[in-house]
């Protein structure tokens, strides 16, 4: 109960205790019998529990006597009565455990009503002295149920955090048609008083018979209607919870959660102080609260990081979605309010609606307290749980900015408790929704049987096992799509796998020349495989690749292994492969070995089909993403880099050349004759000179050289470091290897090579400037040696004889 709510019954008391006080003081006694009457019947009424039944309890008719006591007696006498057919009907109610203040402040309330129904009765008799009984008990009963009713609404408010406006209407304005009956019934006996007993008896008994009658017919048809609607909201309960079950399977705990959700919330709540209605209304909500994820994509809500803003929008949407789908259900009490407002917060920070403070439902912000709590320490697929203490401090950390603090501070003197008794209810394998919240006093009431599901089913297991399945194959296909590099892709595609498929050895073969070749290796056997290949229709995988069939658990000693470790390849005991059948026919194999015997399960296989078309349609994507980065950075022709390669390699040398103070030599290539080739040869001739040029240029190159075409007839070569010998052996060389070629192509010498040389740092700082010196010294080669052939060598700068003495 909140403090407001105390400091309100606190008042009451001290007013009425003042009243009672000094009535004692002037008490007087008066028509005895008739007080003895009126104390008899109250006493049997409220211990036979004749009583109107309301939101908050039952009114006993008792209160009939209380009128006829304000008409007939005076007001000590009615005080008397009242009080002590308020103690009994309290003390009836509340059976084992007498709640005293409660007692205290409801006797409090009759006896204010009754101070107020007196004075009220005694001005209008006065005024009115021969029609006043009339007149003067209707406002009487009118102004008793006012000041009796209006404190006990006030001080639900207050202790529910409700409007009272709501609570008054919902709860206790239906009950005064009752007193304004029970007004008419004081009359008649007021009336009767007068007559001989025997004939009071006469007309009173019977009447009184059958108001008795009419009541417990009354409360008997209620009690079956009543029954019969919570035994259709049982069965209403049943079939969303197991429709809960199902959205909450994401893994086999999702059982636990419910309980521990339903048993924390129903727990505080009465800790709180909640009545049995809106208990039942947060039972409910605590294993319905999520059911509106059905409307979010999986993909988000088991996603391990930190959500997008975009992401966060789409999640934001479940609170509505199911509170939309628990109002069709129809409860016969408010459970889809909570369900809206469980992700509100006490700063109005939250959403859907951005309600605040006391705006939010009490029931909600006891739920969004309780669901913080077993977040916290319970595993989550992108952390592990937090110590229990821990995550209480967390909650308390957030009390007064997203949670509210006066339940925060109740949930932080009973969250121990109410976890021995979340544990107690499911141990060895039974748990209960609909288990009776903890008496936090002492945990030892035995929780009730609950229609719903009380064991784990074993459709959660396969409900989790989809939903897995489900989000790997989100993960694989994120992977998929990650990068046109080959290489990368499946480099995380291995390690992913390793993450569901017990596998030692991942090889992916792919499909050339109509032979399947050991592309992609992963694990322990990398030179077991390394250089495999096989034909369509060789070995396991060929078989598999040939036929379009996966294989499981197969042996793998049908793999073409011959003159490769076979001490290695005995300990393969079992291989499971697909084919990667895309949609130019079958671009590969993926198969993986393990070393123990059919470790490989039908569900791993499903997993690999189920990926297998979009790992082939990625390994096509990729195989043409490789070819069409070849096709840009080298030459068609000769399969040599193209000027766009050069010019990147050359600045990459450059910069490295610079950093280490090294030297870096180009020699720019040109054929002479080349043009007399295509005229008298032809151009395809001329194609395959400059095909076998390349190809000698590459076989003339250290491992360290580039060598690439420029255009044309022209090559270009970067050597790093060669010293004045190399250089002049490496002319000689390729003079050589360019005649050769010609002559073997022609039959006959038809062309020869000019060079250009330029060195870094001496002819320059630039790839551009290199390779302009370059070209300039080429062509100074190229007219010294038709000068040469012509017999002229006058005028021929000096660099170039010491070119040609090279």
């Known amino acids: 109960m909140s403090s407001k709510a105390r400091a309100f019954q606190a008042i009451i008391l001290v007013l009425a205790l003042a009243m009672a006080v000094r009535q004692g003081l002037t008490w007087t006694s008066s028509n005895d019998p008739a007080f003895l009457a009126y104390l008899a019947l109250t006493v049997v009424t409220s211990l036979l529990r004749l009583g109107v039944p309301t939101a908050a309890g039952t009114i006993s008719v008792g209160f009939i006597f209380i009128l006829a006591s304000i008409a007939q007696l005076n007001l000590g006498q009615t005080l008397i009565i009242g009080v002590s057919g308020t103690v009994i009907h309290c003390m009836r109610d509340q059976k084992n455990r007498v709640d005293w203040l409660s007692l205290a402040f409801q ?83 007021t009336a009767v008083v007068h007559l001989p007993w025997w004939q009071t008896a006469v007309m009173i008994l019977p009447l009184l018979f059958l108001v008795y009658r009419s009541y417990g017919l009354q409360i008997d048809s209620l009690s ?34 419910l309980h521990r959700m339903s048993t924390y919330a129903v727990g505080l709540g009465r800790a709180v102080g909640l009545r049995d209605e809106q208990l039942k209304a947060l039972r409910a909500a605590a294993v319905l609260h999520d059911i509106g994820q059905v409307a979010v994509p999986d993909h988000i809500i088991m996603k391990p990081g930190r959500l997008t803003p975009e992401e966060y929008e789409r999640l934001k949407v479940h609170p509505d979605v199911g509170a ?21 917060r006490w700063d109005g920070s939250g959403y859907p609606r951005g309600l605040k403070g006391g705006a939010i439902p009490l029931e909600a912000r006891i739920l969004a307290a309780v669901d913080t709590l077993i977040a916290l320490s319970s595993d989550r697929h992108y952390r592990r749980a937090l110590p229990l203490d821990k995550s209480m401090a ?64 074993a459709f959660l297991a396969t409900i989790a096992a989809a939903r897995r399945e489900e989000q790997s194959l989100l993960e694989f ?112 194999v993926l198969t993986f070995y393990s070393e123990r015997r059919d470790v490989f399960a039908p569900s791993h296989l499903g997993l690999l089909l189920a990926i297998a078309p979009k790992l082939a349609l990625t390994v096509g994507n990729a195989l043409r993403f490789r070819e069409a980065e070849t096709q840009a950075t080298y030459d068609f022709l000769t399969g040599l880099p193209n000027a766009a390669s050069l010019s990147q390699h050359l600045r990459n040398e450059l910069a490295r050349a610079a950093r280490n103070n090294a030297r870096i030599t180009i020699l720019v290539c040109d054929l002479d004759g080349f043009k007399q080739v295509n005229d008298r040869f032809g151009h395809l001739a001329g194609n395959k000179l400059l095909q076998a040029v390349g190809q000698g240029l590459k076989d003339l190159c250290r491992e360290y050289d580039f060598v690439a075409r420029m255009g044309g007839d022209e090559f270009v070569m970067v050597l790093p470091g060669p010293t004045e010998d190399a250089l002049r052996l490496r002319r000689r060389r390729l003079c050589a290897m360019v005649e050769n070629a010609g002559m073997d192509l022609c039959q006959e010498r038809t062309v020869s090579l000019s060079l250009g040389v330029a060195h870094f740092p001496d002819d320059g700082l630039t790839a551009e400037n290199l390779l302009a010196v370059a070209d300039s010294r080429m062509y100074e080669d190229k007219s010294y040696r038709r000068g040469l052939r012509a017999g002229i060598t006058a005028g021929l700068p000096p660099a170039q004889v010491h070119l040609d003495q090279l």
């Open 107 to 189: 006797t409090a309330v009759v006896v204010l009503g009754i101070e107020a129904a007196n004075a009220a009765y005694q001005r209008i008799y006065g005024l009115l002295p021969h029609g006043g009984v009339a007149a003067a008990l209707p406002l009487a009963g009118t102004i008793l149920f006012l000041v009796t009713a209006f404190p006990l609404a006030a001080t639900t408010a207050l202790s529910e955090r409700e409007l009272l406006r709501r609570v008054w209407q919902n709860r206790f304005l239906w009950s005064l048609p009752y007193y304004l009956a029970g007004a008419a019934l004081a009359g008649l006996l």
């Open 324 to 344: 939309d789908i628990i109002e069709r259900a129809h409860f016969p009490y408010a459970v889809a309010p909570i369900v809206r407002a469980h992700h509100e």
């Open 394 to 457: 967390v909650v308390c950390a957030d009390a007064g900015r997203g949670l509210d603090p006066d339940v925060v501070a109740v949930l932080e003197k009973t969250y121990r408790k109410l976890e021995e008794h979340s544990r107690a209810t499911h141990s060895g394998g039974k748990r209960t929704f609909g288990a009776q919240a903890p008496d936090l006093s002492a945990l030892a009431a035995a929780p009730r049987d609950n229609p719903a599901l009380v064991e784990t089913p």
């Open 477 to 588: 296909t994120q992977i998929l799509g990650s990068s046109l590099n080959l290489q990368e892709t499946l480099t995380a595609l291995a390690r992913r796998f390793r993450r569901q498929i017990p596998y030692d050895t991942m090889v992916v073969f792919l499909r050339r020349d109509n032979r399947l070749h050991a592309s992609f290796i992963e694990g322990e056997n990398y030179a077991l495989f390394n250089g495999l290949s096989m034909g369509l229709n060789e070995g396991l995988s060929g078989v598999v690749a040939f036929t379009r069939k996966p294989a499981l658990n197969a042996d793998p000693a049908a793999e073409p292994m011959s003159n490769r470790d076979l001490e290695a390849f005995a300990r393969l005991r079992s291989a499971l492969a697909v084919p990667l059948d895309g949609p130019e026919g079958v671009a590969g």
């Open 224 to 257: 079956r209607e009543r029954l019969h609607a919570e035994e259709l909201a049982s069965l209403q309960l049943s079939m969303v919870e197991a429709l809960a079950l199902a959205v909450e399977s994401k893994d086999s705990s999702a059982l636990d959660h």
